[in-house]
């Protein structure tokens, strides 16, 4: 074999990181492998690429191959090439992520997916391959583009109280945040609408609901922001 052909001895994949919130927790979407390598292990959602499709397209496949999830937006993050990262051959993966909500996708497990669910990102335990390490990073870019876009805004209710638009910036960025400051920040970039309504049904006193300014909503979407905490 030539040099010049061992250049193409090279195989590619693609992981879907999929983290999903569910009001409460950010959590990731994982399978159980039911073939070897890492056999009985669970990992993200990713396989082979095919010789004739694009990487996003196969991002695509094999997510709904393996757990049945299909029309989630997928956003492309970097390439995982350590040479030994597979132990079958030299795999270069890309790695995809996005930002659900759980209940409105059930994962259902296939091909060799054993089992499909939504795991707590704060109780995992060693992955396959090198997915602790893929997850990782995916999750450092989720924090930075939370802080750069309104990205996520979609996982809460078109109407919602400032707590819960709290606690989903507190989820995604694993840290509690100041009430105080967090209420001015969000509410001195005129991007909520107060409500005359409060919340109904509550033990406590109910809060006051509000609901995204849509045009200032796709303003951000298109120019960005920093939301610096």
């Given at each position: 074999?030539?040099?010049?052909?061992?250049?193409f001895?090279?195989?590619?994949s693609?992981?879907?990181?999929i983290?999903?919130?569910d009001?409460g927790d950010l959590?990731v979407?994982?399978?159980?492998?039911?073939?070897?390598?890492?056999k009985?292990?669970?990992a993200?959602?990713?396989d082979l690429?095919?010789?004739?499709?694009n990487?996003?397209?196969?991002a695509?496949r094999v997510?709904?191959q393996?757990t049945?999830?299909k029309?989630?937006?997928?956003?492309?993050?970097?390439?995982?090439?350590?040479?030994?990262?597979?132990?079958?051959?030299?795999?270069i993966?890309i790695?995809f992520?996005?930002?659900?909500?759980?209940?409105?996708?059930?994962p259902?497990?296939?091909s060799?997916?054993?089992?499909a669910?939504?795991?707590?990102?704060?109780h995992?335990?060693?992955l396959?391959?090198d997915?602790n390490?893929?997850l990782h990073?995916c999750l450092?870019?989720?924090k930075?583009?939370?802080?750069?876009?309104?990205?996520?805004f979609?996982?809460?209710?078109p109407?919602?109280?400032?707590?819960e638009?709290?606690?989903?910036?507190?989820?995604?960025?694993?840290t509690?945040?100041?009430?105080r400051?967090f209420r001015?920040?969000?509410?001195?970039?005129?991007?909520?609408?107060?409500?005359?309504e409060t919340?109904?049904?509550?033990?406590?006193?109910?809060?006051?609901?509000?609901?995204?300014?849509q045009?200032?909503?796709?303003?951000?979407?298109?120019?960005?922001y920093?939301f610096?905490l």
């Amino acid at each position: 074999m030539s040099e010049v052909d061992s250049f193409f001895k090279s195989a590619f994949s693609v992981d879907n990181v999929i983290f999903g919130f569910d009001g409460g927790d950010l959590k990731v979407l994982l399978i159980q492998r039911g073939a070897p390598p890492f056999k009985g292990m669970w990992a993200l959602p990713g396989d082979l690429v095919y010789p004739n499709e694009n990487l996003e397209t196969a991002a695509e496949r094999v997510l709904e191959q393996l757990t049945g999830l299909k029309g989630v937006y997928l956003e492309q993050v970097r390439a995982f090439g350590a040479v030994n990262r597979h132990p079958l051959g030299r795999v270069i993966t890309i790695a995809f992520y996005s930002l659900v909500k759980t209940k409105d996708f059930v994962p259902t497990p296939a091909s060799f997916a054993q089992r499909a669910s939504w795991h707590n990102i704060h109780h995992l335990d060693k992955l396959a391959f090198d997915h602790n390490e893929i997850l990782h990073d995916c999750l450092i870019q989720l924090k930075y583009r939370v802080r750069m876009a309104p990205i996520g805004f979609e996982l809460l209710p078109p109407k919602f109280t400032l707590t819960e638009l709290q606690q989903l910036y507190e989820s995604i960025l694993e840290t509690e945040l100041d009430k105080r400051n967090f209420r001015k920040k969000i509410l001195s970039m005129n991007l909520l609408e107060e409500l005359d309504e409060t919340q109904e049904g509550v033990a406590h006193r109910p809060a006051k609901l509000y609901q995204f300014d849509q045009e200032r909503y796709r303003q951000f979407v298109e120019q960005g922001y920093s939301f610096d905490l």
